[in-house]
């Protein structure tokens, strides 16, 4: 199963969950573990529509560890259902976005769903790091950045479509 393993993390990617989980001052830093990153990005991804491959550069690599990832596989899990429930464009056909979301979970037809779980994951901490990080020279450009990413996630249209999504999937599960 997705999350069944320690989580081997290359390339970019692993020195973007490195910038997003140091301190950005003496005590404090924008996430607190590398698994927690993790949780938020598939989410974050897929809300901004952002998908990538795995760079696998081996100079940079960072591991999350089963003990981490059982802290939030319930979430892990959410994320995943909710995003192949949700990808009207992975998959137009409703009864089949059930399916990969519940019962092909884990299974070898799952294989092609979980690469794009892992693509929007990685898409979503490239956000991350760009929104959060990039340029940042001192806490108070990284104060400035969050307070800038709540904002446009509070008034964009995507946190909009996602509502409308939710309500749309949850009319059809009640008449099926």
Known sequence: MLFDKNLEITGKHAEYIRK???NIDSKNSVF?????????ASIIGFIY????????????????????LRK???????NYRLIMLLDKNYEPNFDERLQKAFNYYGSD???LDE??????????????YEKLMKDVNKPDDC???IFCLIQEFNSGNDAENISSN?????RKMQST
């Open 109 to 111: 037809q799952a294989k």
């Open 72 to 78: 939030v596989r319930d979430d892990l899990e959410f």
């Open 49 to 68: 529509n952002r998908k990538s491959k795995k760079d696998s550069s081996p100079a940079k690599s960072l591991t999350i560890f089963l003990d981490q």
């Open 143 to 145: 104060l400035s950045n």
């Open 166 to 170: 939710l309500i749309e999937l949850s």
């Open 115 to 128: 690469e794009l779980f892992e693509q929007y994951s990685l898409g979503g901490i490239e956000v991350l």
């Open 20 to 22: 997003l989980t140091e």
């Open 32 to 40: 607190s573990a590398a698994y927690v990153v993790y949780k938020m």
